[in-house]
């Protein structure tokens, strides 16, 4: 049996349906002071929601915070998340710890599926997820970018719980990361993993590490990327190995110890963010607890 069997109609769902739109914030009565702000409309099905919606860099940029209350996922849960944004919106999505893919010897997987689609300013950072031994999981992110979006996403795995002495020994993870823009897909990105996988320690694949990330940035039409832009990202943030696939798409890759992990993503994503929404690194404050 492998990661791809069809999951049983007896799972636990949880499903999530973001919506960021624009709503007029009045400033001090007149109208040349009227301000825009990004309201987040959410439903929720099952234990996975939002747990507050935040404006701690003003009303124009919604930090959106989801909670999964039973603090990790079991053989057989599937996940679901539907993102849409307008045009001119802006948004962070995080989380307030990592998510946990548990071990199971039910023979179907947990899934994940995420549906991003995008015409504003959109910030995806979860934070990490931990592939626990025996654990079975299919997870799938999907996300379309229209010419006025624009995007900062990362996605950082670690597997097994080295300091409690676990290792992925046994289990499957596979995943899927596709990048449409205006309708065409320009990257798709498929990790198959199962417990000690020879890729772990292949020279050609992991070199060693359980621990490892993707960032991804992409540009509003008509900016690109050009040779100046990717050598001042090369230069500030020189662990990630970032390579321009499409002319707006940018993908960086990292391969490092779990503790290293937050502060070089943090450091890429300071460097990202003014270049690509124009607007100064400030983290959120969550990221510090």
Known sequence: ??????????????????????????????????????????????????????????????????VHPPGGIAGGDRLEVKLQSQARTQALVTTPSAAKWYGTDLPVPATQKIEIDLRGQLEWLPQETIVFDRARVTSELSIHVAETGAMLGWDHLIFGRRASGETFSTGCFTQSLRVKLSEQLVWHDRLALKGNDPLFSSPIGLRGHYAFATVWAILA???????????????????VAWSVLHPRLLVGRLLVEPL??????????????????????????????
């Open 1 to 66: 049996m492998n990661c791809l069997e069809s999951v049983s109609a007896s799972s636990w769902l949880a499903r999530l349906e973001l919506d960021f739109y624009l709503a007029s914030a009045q400033g001090d009565g007149s109208p040349a002071s009227e301000v825009l702000r990004t309201i987040l409309g959410h439903q929720h099905v099952g234990p996975l929601r939002i747990q507050k919606a935040l404006y701690p860099e003003g009303p124009g940029l919604c930090h959106a915070i989801i």
């Open 221 to 239: 039409e008509p900016q690109t990327w050009t040779e100046t832009l990717l050598e001042t990202v090369r230069t500030q943030s020189p662990q």
């Open 260 to 289: 290293q992990l937050k502060g070089l993503l943090a450091q890429a994503w300071g460097v990202l963010r003014p270049i690509v929404l124009n607007r100064s690194a400030l983290a959120p404050r969550l990221w510090a607890t």
